[in-house]
């Protein structure tokens, strides 16, 4: 059995006590929220945080507020369950709803959180092992060891962002707001991830993420669709958000749909490098233009020229990377129809 090491646990009951605990504990100190990445990764002896801060007695964490025509803030500490629960999420932003609901197993989308899906630590198959597995290829890279078994001769991690709610808060285009000691700050989703494993996020440890906002729901349509071996409980190994805005026009395809135009599009792919990838080649293939059959085709292999997964989850990569063209089509085909 894997044991947690020892660590002090503190439950602050405001923003300002939580932040100045950890401001005060330095860099050993971590936040905690429904705990399903965190404690497995102390277990694993991958994270050791010795003071770990809960954020779930943090009224102003667990809230909802507003919806799709105002734009909604999130509170960091709203469990899955509740996201995929809520009236206003399910009626506005449906794809955040369908997205939370393929996240691991019904009790852990009662534990999980949203900002702790969103900060998750990124996965990869030498290094998600216990300690003793990890020590007997004498660790890697990202944790204790001083090579990349996936990439030898790289310097870099190549760990993967392994969460179903980033590609899709990505692609809408949702922001982030931080709160330390030192102040307040509004992060973009689009720039808050960094391609890096080891140094994953646009965010200082002492940071405390309060809640996510989510654009006005108007004149846009989103998907998410996700590649996993067990659609019971897995990880995504790929995930393909796409946010589309139409604008209505009297005119028909020549299958009888209507031709709306695309006004703008975001097509990214998740759980296959350590940032979500952005394929900008696959807007600019749709936008300004109808969206039949051949543009969904321009714009589904542009994903897959853009997706470079590498082997270090489930699955073969280079059948991952054939899937990024078939997600692609899947995501734009439920939109236009
Ligand atoms: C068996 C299993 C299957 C899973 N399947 C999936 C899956 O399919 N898809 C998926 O996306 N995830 C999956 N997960 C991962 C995880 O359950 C979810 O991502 C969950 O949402 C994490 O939320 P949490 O509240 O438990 O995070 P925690 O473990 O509490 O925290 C995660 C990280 O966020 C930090 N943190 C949390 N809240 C804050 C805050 N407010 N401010 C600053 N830092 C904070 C913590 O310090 C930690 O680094 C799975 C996990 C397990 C164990
Ligand atoms: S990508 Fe390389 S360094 Fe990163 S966790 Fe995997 S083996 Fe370790």
Known sequence: MMRLPKFT???PRTIAEAVKIVADSGPEAQFVAGGTDLYPNMKRRQQL????ISVMRLSELNQINGDGQSGIRIGASVTLTDIVENPIIKRDYPVIAAAARTISTPILRNMGTIGGNLLLDTRCNYYDQNYEWRKAINFCLKKDGDVCWVAPGSSKCWAVQSSDL???????????RLVSTMG????????FYNDDGIDYLQKRPDELLVDIHLPPANGWRASYQKLRRRGAFDFPVLGVAAYLKFETTSGTLPDGRASDTVTDARIVLGGIAPSPVQVRDAAEAIIGKALDEDRIQTAAEAAYIKARPLDNTDFVYQWRKQMARQYTIRALTELRD
């Not at 980033?166 to 982030?176: D, S």
């Open 9 to 11: 646990y503190r439950t």
């Open 49 to 52: 945080p010795k003071t770990v």
């Open 166 to 176: 980033v590609p899709v808060m990505v692609a809408i285009g949702a922001r982030f």
């Open 184 to 191: 307040e700050r509004v992060v973009e989703a689009a720039s």
